[in-house]
């Protein structure tokens, strides 16, 4: 790890932790590139005034400059939910400790966490699916996975004033509207020619707003991926740059998205797909409307295509030389076809026994 990182951070902890006298940063490590955002791992030693040790276990979330759909999340917002949902629920989350916004320190706005104990998935990989598959059978972590979810949804947000840290979008239409705004805007943005399916499947998302006058605290990336793991079960619910206030059925179909489970019959390659709704409706109280779901799937795969649009844009442009942007980038065609299916797309025989999706428009 570049020695000029270590060397600012710890002198930026000194002058933000009066009482300690010195501060020496080990084992710095990039833990993850991230597609947003950077995240860095260390251990922090310091002695107080009188010479007693204290130790800390640490993380730092970077904000990256460039990163994919980087005007459709707002960092300092990430750090205010982080600390909200750390305060106020017994979740396993990391526990926001401070912000800075100042981005000479470290070249961007960044802020500091606790660094919770766990193992990562890659769910889609060979030994992810088979321990998700292990887990599904053993009954706690998919238990678990709902519980959680019940739990940030049922947040009181009057009560613990969650307004200072998000908008609290209109009673009626008004998150999402501002959700389908924000995917036009992207689109402008990305668009590299006429694409018929999408404005298809934009038009039918305006036709078909689901309205909501309760909103609940989302985490907006609920996933197996964005999990760490341990003997008893989840330890760590990571990724919060996409938590909003909203509709929470936008959270049920991100779990419910085609994507976060490819050909498995479990969502998130983890649990029954009745199994889940059934416990979370008694868990949350929160009926589970299958129309609305399946909207938000709709949406969220609109989303995966402009994410692999915009990873292949930034890839091409060189502005972050990162092979699995170009990975990403090539997923578009996929992300379109599941898109098509999304939509109802009739699947007709491709060439080379290939299935594809075609429909007269």
Same mark, same amino acid.
């Given at each position: 790890?570049?020695?000029?990182?270590?060397?600012?951070?710890?002198?930026?902890?000194?002058?933000?932790?009066?009482?300690?006298?010195?501060?020496?940063?080990?084992?710095?490590?990039?833990?993850?590139?991230?597609?947003?955002?950077?995240?860095?791992?260390?251990?922090?030693?310091?002695?107080?005034?009188?010479?007693?040790?204290?130790?800390?276990?640490?993380?730092?979330?970077?904000?990256?400059?460039?990163?994919?759909?980087?005007?459709?999340?707002?960092?300092?917002?990430?750090?205010?939910?982080?600390?909200?949902?750390?305060?106020?629920?017994?979740? !396993?989350?990391?526990?926001?400790?401070?912000?800075?916004?100042?981005?000479?320190?470290?070249?961007?706005?960044?802020?500091?966490?606790?660094?919770?104990?766990?193992?990562?998935?890659?769910?889609? /990989?060979?030994?992810?699916?088979?321990?998700?598959?292990?887990?599904?059978?053993?009954?706690?972590?998919?238990?678990?996975?709902?519980?959680?979810?019940?739990?940030?949804?049922?947040?009181?947000?009057?009560?613990?004033?969650?307004?200072?840290?998000? !908008?609290?979008?209109?009673?009626?239409?008004?998150?999402?509207?501002?959700?389908?705004?924000?995917?036009?805007?992207?689109?402008?943005?990305?668009?590299?020619?006429?694409?018929?399916?999408?404005?298809?499947?934009?038009?039918?998302?305006?036709?078909?707003?689901?309205?909501?006058?309760?909103?609940?605290?989302?985490?907006?990336?609920?996933?197996?991926?964005?999990? +760490?793991?341990?003997? /008893?079960?989840?330890?760590?619910?990571?990724?919060?740059?996409?938590?909003?206030?909203?509709?929470?059925?936008?959270?049920?179909?991100?779990?419910?998205?085609?994507?976060?489970?490819?050909?498995?019959?479990?969502?998130?390659?983890?649990?029954?797909?009745?199994?889940?709704?059934?416990?979370?409706?008694?868990?949350?109280?929160?009926?589970?409307?299958?129309?609305?779901?399946?909207?938000?799937?709709?949406?969220?795969?609109?989303?995966?295509?402009?994410?692999?649009?915009?990873?292949?844009?930034?890839?091409?442009?060189?502005?972050? !030389?990162? +092979?699995?942007?170009?990975?990403?980038?090539?997923?578009?065609?996929?992300?379109?076809?599941?898109?098509?299916?999304?939509?109802?797309?009739?699947?007709?025989?491709?060439?080379?026994?290939?299935?594809?999706?075609?429909?007269?428009?």
């Amino acid at each position: 790890m570049n020695g000029v990182f270590s060397r600012r951070l710890a002198e930026y902890l000194l002058t933000r932790c009066p009482g300690l006298a010195t501060i020496r940063l080990s084992e710095m490590r990039l833990a993850s590139g991230g597609w947003s955002d950077e995240t860095y791992l260390f251990r922090m030693d310091g002695t107080d005034h009188h010479g007693q040790p204290h130790t800390r276990e640490l993380a730092l979330r970077k904000r990256l400059p460039g990163g994919l759909l980087a005007g459709a999340s707002d960092f300092r917002r990430h750090y205010d939910l982080l600390a909200l949902v750390g305060r106020h629920t017994s979740l !396993p989350v990391p526990r926001a400790y401070l912000y800075e916004g100042d981005a000479s320190i470290l070249g961007a706005p960044f802020f500091i966490m606790s660094k919770l104990e766990g193992n990562p998935v890659v769910p889609w /990989s060979k030994p992810g699916r088979e321990f998700l598959q292990r887990a599904h059978d053993q009954g706690v972590v998919p238990e678990q996975f709902v519980q959680y979810l019940a739990a940030l949804h049922g947040l009181d947000l009057d009560a613990v004033e969650a307004g200072r840290a998000a !908008p609290v979008p209109a009673a009626g239409y008004g998150y999402i509207d501002r959700k389908l705004g924000e995917l036009e805007q992207q689109f402008a943005e990305y668009r590299t020619g006429p694409d018929p399916l999408w404005v298809d499947a934009f038009s039918w998302l305006v036709s078909n707003r689901p309205r909501r006058d309760r909103y609940v605290l989302l985490h907006g990336d609920y996933r197996t991926g964005n999990m +760490l793991y341990g003997e /008893s079960g989840i330890t760590a619910i990571l990724d919060w740059q996409a938590a909003e206030i909203g509709d929470p059925m936008s959270d049920l179909g991100y779990v419910a998205a085609r994507l976060n489970r490819m050909d498995s019959p479990l969502l998130c390659y983890l649990l029954d797909r009745d199994r889940f709704f059934r416990r979370y409706q008694e868990l949350s109280g929160i009926p589970v409307e299958s129309d609305a779901v399946h909207y938000y799937q709709v949406l969220h795969q609109v989303r995966f295509v402009l994410l692999a649009l915009s990873a292949g844009q930034t890839f091409a442009a060189s502005a972050r !030389p990162d +092979l699995r942007l170009a990975r990403q980038g090539l997923r578009w065609p996929l992300m379109r076809l599941l898109l098509a299916e999304e939509m109802g797309y009739k699947p007709i025989q491709g060439v080379n026994g290939c299935d594809s999706a075609a429909q007269n428009i």
